[in-house]
């Protein structure tokens, strides 16, 4: 089975008394150490599926299991438990605490994990290393530019080992020569240390960079 | 735990000044609901206490009226003779302090006595004129309420006895306790220039056909009362002759139209209502004069509240899916965001009792704006009330407008 292994799934939301179909007998299997663009159009679902996959959304019908365990049938706690251990994520608006120090921001999914928080320090400094940012660790987020803010996410996604990292749009805020930096920061995390990563994006210079690409459209994965 | 309540403080972190405004404005709406329902709400109490005992229809009071002494006879005989009325008070001065007035002790009727109700007074301070010779701030405030059951001071009462009286206390609840009389006074001692007399008859006529009573202070002055007892040519020229009408249940306002062309100078007896009646229906006008200004201030303010709630849970929403994505359960998150807005809310309710406390135990409270109203801990149910309106409405806006985001996501709904 492949580490992630969605068949038929299905996501709808209510609108006004009807509902919308997201996503539509959406089939997709990622294998372990790959690096995944998902591209389409504005509303095509490509974030939804983002979010099912990052356990962060519910589906409606459909299997998906995440390597070999069955998230269709995981409680909230356990996905919170699955994200908090397994998933990095990387988002187009940072989702940073302006108001502290990026360390601060990095060790936040610690909280959640089973790290000792003896150890929280080291495993920050760590990640902050490895994206590039260690020099920025007692700088306060609101000081920081855009692209130091994407890398202080990906220290963050970075923090907990993750054997998968979810990036909506991770360039989307930041211009072309930083938007490459960070994909080679991206690249270099799946190449280097086998992390698994699935980015979301619109822009084909991106989804150029991943070695897979699949394109969604009304909801539907184009073959 | 640990973690909850760091989720709990970078909630407070991330939309902290929206916080810090959303629970001064509400502090600032609790203060302004309590400081006019508190009035209300006393006020109504008060009618109802007086409805429970029996008496609000049957005491009518009425503002002075004038007169001169030596008219107040044929004033007093009026009163009596107009259809309906069966009973005066002539002036509701009761003591108990007998230095001021010589006690007989038998008299087979009378008023008497003896609540010193500081509250009630300021609610109701007596409603005298000009140049009656009366001086409110040289004499203690008292106020009696007695029932039918009562019946004023019993007959055959004498100074010794014990009797119970029913009072209103503070906290606007019938009470009675038990007393001992110090004194059964004649009214034309309550009130030297309006007979001019001695002997206590006229006093023994009007009061043994009292019923039950609410003594309203109209305080004399001491110089005033020496004078009367001491030097008769001291007594002033006018009386006021405020006075207390038990009627057989007929309607008051015949009675005082009745007995309006008897009052002088103008100053015309004001229609018949109880007091509490009367004050409360002064009330209901007032609010329903004031309700558009009313109305527009609570729109402002809830609209005022909504947007910062609504920004603020926009911020929330953000820090929700931070940690989401950090791997908090939506259980955990949602009750973190519940306490904080719960606590910004407390908060609000908190300041505004330690206000409330601050202004009841300084000299603010005699500011007008305080005077007015009457502040008690229980009128900051209906402020309560409108807050947790508030935010749920505030909620809901967030949510019908489709703009939650991911504060949704706490539903199951994230995610487009």
Not at chain 1, 33 to 58: H, P, Q, W, Y
Not at chain 1, 69 to 74: A, Q, T
Not at chain 2, 300 to 311: A, D, G, M, Q, R
Not at chain 2, 331 to 357: D, E
């Amino acid at each position: 089975m492949a580490f992630i292994d969605i068949h038929g799934l299905c996501k709808s939301y209510p609108v006004g008394k009807g509902r919308f179909s997201a996503l539509k007998n959406v089939d997709l299997t990622v294998e372990r150490g790959e690096m995944l663009a998902i591209t389409g159009r504005s509303g095509s679902g490509k974030t939804t599926l983002l979010n099912v996959i990052g356990t962060l959304d519910t589906f409606d019908a459909g299997t998906y299991f995440y390597d070999g365990r069955d998230v269709g049938k995981m409680s909230d706690g356990e996905k919170a438990a699955l994200r908090a251990s397994e998933i990095g994520f990387v988002h187009q608006d940072f989702l940073l605490m302006n108001h502290r120090t990026a360390a601060q921001n990095v060790a936040m999914p610690l909280y959640f994990g089973k790290t000792p928080y003896a150890k929280f320090g080291a495993r920050v400094e760590e990640a902050l290393t490895a994206a590039g940012v260690p020099e920025q660790a007692k700088k306060r987020i609101s000081d920081m530019s855009g692209g130091q803010k994407q890398r202080v996410a990906i220290a963050r996604a970075l923090a907990i080992s993750p054997s998968l990292i979810i990036a909506d749009e991770p360039t989307g805020a930041l211009d072309r020569t930083t938007s490459d930096e960070i994909m080679d920061l991206l690249v270099e995390l799946n190449e280097k240390d086998g992390i698994t990563v699935i980015i979301v994006t619109h822009d084909p210079e991106v989804a150029a960079r991943c070695r897979r690409a699949v394109k969604i459209s009304d909801g539907e994965i184009e073959v | 735990m640990k973690k909850f309540f760091k989720l709990c403080s970078d909630f407070a972190g991330s939309a902290a000044l929206y916080i810090v405004f959303i629970t001064l404005i509400c502090a600032v709406i609790f203060c302004a609901v309590t400081l006019v329902c508190g009035k209300y709400i006393y006020i109504s109490d008060c009618y109802d206490a007086l409805a429970d005992a029996g008496v609000e229809n049957d005491i009518y009071f009425t503002k002075t009226m004038r007169s001169r002494a030596d008219d107040e006879p044929q004033l007093r005989d009026a009163i009596l003779g107009t259809d309906g009325v069966i009973g005066v008070v002539a002036h509701p001065y009761t003591v108990n302090n007998n230095s001021y007035v010589n006690w007989t002790e038998d008299f087979d009727a009378g008023a008497s006595l003896m609540r010193y109700d500081r509250e009630l007074y300021e609610m109701f301070p007596p409603e005298l004129l000009d140049g009656d010779g009366f001086d409110y701030s040289s004499s203690e405030p008292e106020c009696i309420i007695t029932d039918k059951s009562m019946k004023c001071v019993p007959r055959g009462t004498r100074v010794g006895d014990t009797i119970e009286i029913k009072y209103l206390t503070s906290d606007r609840q019938i009470r009675t306790f038990p007393i001992k009389v110090a004194g059964i006074a004649a009214a034309n001692r309550f009130y030297p220039t309006m007979t001019g007399g001695g002997d206590g008859s006229d006093a023994t006529f009007v009061m043994s056909q009292v019923d039950s009573l609410i003594i309203k202070y109209s305080p004399l002055t001491k110089d005033a009362i020496d004078g009367a007892f001491g030097d008769p040519a001291s007594l002033p020229r006018y009386g006021v002759y405020c006075a207390f009408i038990k009627t057989d249940g007929r309607q008051i306002d015949g009675i005082m139209e009745a007995l309006a062309p008897l009052s002088e100078g103008g100053r015309s007896v004001v229609t018949g209502k109880t007091i509490l009646e009367q004050t409360k229906a002064d009330m209901d006008d007032t609010i329903r004069s004031y309700l558009p200004a009313a109305l527009f201030s609570a729109v402002f303010f809830i609209t005022t509240i909504v947007c910062l709630v609504t920004l603020s849970v926009h911020r929330f929403a953000d820090t929700i899916t931070l940690w989401r994505i950090a791997g908090a359960s939506r259980k955990t998150t949602f009750c973190a965001v519940t306490l904080t807005f719960a606590a910004s809310i407390a908060a609000a309710l908190l300041l505004t009792y330690i206000l409330m406390q601050i202004v009841i135990g300084t000299e603010l409270s005699a500011l007008p704006i305080f005077s007015e109203c009457i502040l008690t801990p229980s009128a900051m149910l209906p402020a309560s009330a409108l807050g947790i309106f508030t935010i749920a409405a505030a909620a809901a806006i967030t949510f019908i407008s489709g703009r939650g985001g991911s504060l949704r996501g706490l539903f199951g709904k994230y995610g487009d």
